[in-house]
């Protein structure tokens, strides 16, 4: 591929960074994932939240925000942008009423993305989404490893007699052999609980469970690299609730929780993912309505970048 036919992101000395096109680090919009070895999807829901709502908004704002991202990786070095054909492809079209009917919508807009060779990295949205992306993920790939970070388990059975919720995603993606047990992590789990063996049931399944306060006041680096080579050539999928973060980092989402990780280790742990075989990402929960400065999507919008710079096939400068 020539470097003609790769996207840039539009620099700051090109427009002013208020000012341009309002997609993801202002790159090209694309109608289709025709061509493209990534791209990112919005899912504007909240329908499945039960507490605080707003996620709605989560992909605009975490794309405002995300205007002053340049295109190359101070520290790692990763240049996306110069191996990679990236586009913002939109918002998936949910039904804002029937959330039954948006899970529906949502793994029908997959199933169109993933008939092409494409990575697919999505703004959220409540952490539902995240049960019919893996949906179609599995169609393409099988069941797949799961990196979780998040505060919360999300394997509910029934949320309010409802069994499709954003606390359920992770009991229905088991159930329905959409993720390899053996290959699960779940990482950042805390707060109070129903019982004293909520997260159990998980371990219980075969999932690895890594509870926040195991994390307190470490770097999460060796966390990740123990996890890497359990994983393979595994196809992977990283999912990352941003209320995994304590709340003096991002208040703005609908269910948070004290005694969280920081920014830093959130950042550790998504480096770490590098050399995975991942399959898809998302970040989920931001809720601006609750994020005043707009930092906790600053924050998002970051931890994206953070993504899209460990996909496989990123190159990195290290010749420089």
């Not at 700051?12 to 993801?24: C, L, S, V, Y």
């Not at 539902?128 to 992306?133: A, F, I």
Request: negative net charge; charged residues 20%; glycine residues 10%.
């Amino acid at each position: 591929m020539s470097n003609s036919d790769l996207f840039q992101p539009l620099g700051g000395n090109e427009m002013p960074r208020f000012a341009g096109p309002g997609t993801m680090m202002r790159l090209p919009a694309a109608l289709d994932a025709v061509g493209l070895d990534a791209c990112f999807i919005g899912i504007p829901l909240d329908v499945g939240t039960s507490n605080r709502p707003g996620t709605r908004f989560g992909p605009k704002q975490i794309r405002a925000e995300s205007v002053m991202l340049r295109p190359y990786h101070m520290w790692t070095r990763a240049a996306p942008f110069e191996s990679l054909r990236i586009a913002d492809i939109g918002d998936v079209p949910i039904n804002t009423f029937d959330l039954k009917d948006a899970v529906r919508r949502i793994e029908a807009f997959y199933d169109n993305v993933l008939t092409h060779q494409v990575i697919p990295i999505t703004l959220g949205g409540d952490h539902t989404l995240t049960l019919p992306v893996l949906r179609s993920i599995a169609k393409k790939h099988g069941p797949v490893g799961l990196v979780h970070i998040d505060a919360h388990a999300d394997i509910n059975d029934r949320m309010f007699g409802e069994s499709i919720a954003h606390g359920t995603p992770f009991r229905r993606a088991l159930e329905e052999g959409l993720i390899d047990p053996n290959h699960t992590f779940q990482i950042g789990l805390r707060g109070t609980g129903y019982t004293a063996e909520d997260f159990d049931w998980a371990r219980k399944k075969g999932f690895e469970v890594t509870q926040a306060e195991e994390l307190w006041h470490k770097s999460a680096t060796p966390l990740i690299d123990s996890i890497r080579p359990k994983m393979g050539n595994f196809p992977v999928y990283l999912t990352f609730d941003i209320d995994s973060l304590d709340p003096a980092y991002a208040p703005g989402t609908g269910t948070p929780e004290i005694g969280g990780l920081t920014s830093i280790q959130a950042i550790e742990l998504i480096r770490g993912c590098r050399g995975m075989n991942l399959v898809g990402c998302d970040l989920v929960e931001v809720s601006p309505p609750y994020d005043l400065q707009g930092n906790t999507a600053l924050l998002a919008a970051n931890l994206i970048f953070e993504m899209l710079c460990v996909l496989p096939g990123v190159s990195f400068r290290m010749d420089d």
